[in-house]
């Protein structure tokens, strides 16, 4: 611990934010799905791995050319948002939320199953390996895979958003994860809403699949594990929120990088569990999350 | 001309709350719906708008025809887009959103200019939450929401509800002049039966699921039930305790 200097904890802390980035397109994916309809995806790691196996499929067997594999992919799970919705939830259209939550959890086993009957339980190949160079920023030296997160998250914050402020679909999404009855007497098209909700979920889902096991060097049900961080993510930065789920991400991966840098001094596993103690300190200071949005109760 | 046809009503999956149940509201004209807490004003818009999906209910017999078009148990999002646009009880709105936001949801017109010419005071709250409005300036959401979506039909669900007797004034002289400058054919559930009788052209009166009186409003005003029981002038000469129960055994028996 003595020799900590101030280079090597900028680099842990940069790096840490850096991971968290990683979690951030499957946060996002959690939580557009919230903010459309309310419903917590419990699903969403199972919506990673498949997302993972589909592009391994694409890329590794299908397609020879890396780039057109991965859009072959993205179109490929872009397809189960309307899936899902015509099967799984549109019986459930404005129904009390927490029927929808549990429906999650068994399409959650369901897609798991599934998985495994296609593509097995052994490891297969990462469908995107990252240059195992490192990126140097003078002093700094930083994962190659972290940089590329980094990149494609902000991209995918910066459409969403845009998505969210400027269209129609987008403000109809708000409209409708606050009151889906009242949405639909407007004339919104709530099984729209839910179907695109879903697709841009699967496909975050399916681009954070390919960076992970791309971190991983594999692809493997243990990706699912990886998901369980993100419900932390989500809700530290404030369900309903875009920036929020970027920065809950963010702060779990500092968390993670300064439980690791414990890890020796405080016992085996604090990596893990610093990121939930920041959570729970956070949300006793701020329980709608980071940049949650509070709910207006006029008494 | 939208025209409900001995419709009967059901919520989750046998409780009967309306029962052949006829009404017409002419094209271009407002028709009130009276009647007191649990007649059935709200079931019978929301059967309309196709909200009642949403409750578990669902319209088991009879028909509902809009402009000669069959729309009993239609999804809601249909309906609207057919221009059938309902404002729902208690002032329902997007609280999260901003006001202006609120009136750009679902089927609305680019422009908005028509929503603040009837409410000039949403003009000046177009960016605050809408969480923050008074009830009446919700309530004037809600309307001016509905109007943007150009409906030819708007069901409006007690918008007297909670709120001060001179907004109550103000909001139906802006009813009226929305049946009148829009254009625009209203079905008015409301308790407020002198408020609503004031601008109607016709009115139903609803109790228990079934309809027990209808006629134009001067009428049905002058009525000695409708005093007594929907306005509570209580001056139909009904004093004794004797008169009131034999007046209420012939209605139970009449339904």
Redesign the interface.
């Known amino acids: 611990m003595a020799t900590l200097d101030l280079i090597t904890l900028t680099q842990i802390l940069i790096a840490g934010a850096l991971t968290g980035t990683l979690y951030a397109p499957l946060t996002l994916g959690f939580n557009i799905i919230y903010r459309s309809s309310r419903v917590v995806n419990f699903a969403q790691g199972e919506l990673l791995l498949i997302g993972a196996y589909v592009a391994y499929t694409f890329t590794v067997l299908v397609a020879s050319n890396l780039i057109i594999g991965l859009m072959l992919a993205i179109i490929a799970t872009g397809l189960v948002g309307p899936l899902i919705e015509r099967a799984v939830l549109r019986p459930l259209l ?2 009390p939320v927490f029927a929808a939550i549990l429906v999650t959890i068994g399409l959650g086993i369901s897609l798991q199953g599934t998985s495994q009957l296609i593509w097995g339980v052994t490891p297969l190949a990462a469908p995107v390996s990252f240059p195992a160079e490192p990126i140097r920023i003078g002093p700094i030296i930083l994962p190659s895979v972290s940089v590329y997160s980094a990149l494609v998250s902000t991209i995918l914050v910066s459409v969403l958003l845009l998505f969210y402020q400027k269209t ?1 679909l987008g ?2 999404m ?2 409708a994860g ?13 099984r729209t809403v839910i179907a695109t909700a879903w697709t841009i979920s699967a496909v975050s889902s399916t681009v954070a699949g390919v960076l992970l096991s791309g971190v991983f060097g594999f692809v493997s049900y243990y990706l699912l594990f990886v998901a369980l961080r993100v419900y932390v993510a989500a809700i530290v930065g404030g369900l309903d929120s875009v920036g929020g789920a970027i920065l809950g991400s963010i702060l779990i991966g500092v968390g993670e990088s300064i439980g690791g840098l414990l890890e020796p001094s405080v016992g085996p596993g604090f990596r893990d569990a610093f990121p939930l103690l920041l959570a729970l300190i956070v949300m006793m200071i701020r329980p709608y999350g980071l940049l949650g ?1 509070e ?2 109760e ?1 008494i | 001309m939208l025209r409900l046809t001995n419709i009967e009503i059901t919520y989750d999956p046998f409780i009967v709350v309306i029962r052949g149940l006829s009404l017409q509201v002419p094209r271009g004209q407002i028709v009130a719906l009276l009647g007191s807490n649990g007649a059935g004003k709200s079931t019978t818009l929301k059967s309309i708008s196709g909200v009642i999906a949403a409750e578990r209910g669902r319209v088991t017999r009879g028909t509902i025809e809009f402009e000669g078009e069959r729309i009993d148990n239609l999804s809601a999002d249909k309906v609207a887009k057919l221009g059938i646009l309902h404002v729902m009880e208690g002032r329902r709105i997007f609280r999260e959103l901003t006001v202006l936001e609120n009136l750009k949801v679902g089927l609305s017109d680019d422009d908005i200019s028509t929503a603040f010419d009837f409410f000039p005071r949403l003009k000046e709250l177009k960016d605050l939450r809408a969480g923050y409005l008074s009830g009446g300036e919700q309530q004037m959401l809600a309307i001016a929401r509905a109007l943007l979506g150009r409906p030819k039909v708007m069901l409006l669900d007690e918008p007297s509800l909670g709120l001060a007797p001179s907004i109550i004034n103000e909001l139906f002289k802006t009813i009226r002049r929305i049946n009148e400058e829009g254009n625009i054919t209203i079905l008015l559930a409301e308790q407020n039966a002198i408020k609503a009788l004031e601008i109607a052209d016709y009115a139903y009166v609803l109790e228990n699921g079934r309809i027990m009186l209808d006629g134009q409003s001067q009428d049905i005003m002058r009525n000695r039930d409708v005093q007594e029981f929907l306005m509570g002038l209580g001056e139909s000469g009904r004093k004794s305790f004797r008169e009131v129960k034999a007046y209420k055994r012939r209605k139970r028996w009449l339904s």
């Open positions: 404005a129904r129609k403000l109809s708000r409209a606050e009151d889906q009855a009242l949405a639909m007497a407007l004339g919104v098209n709530v949005t709910r207006i006029r």
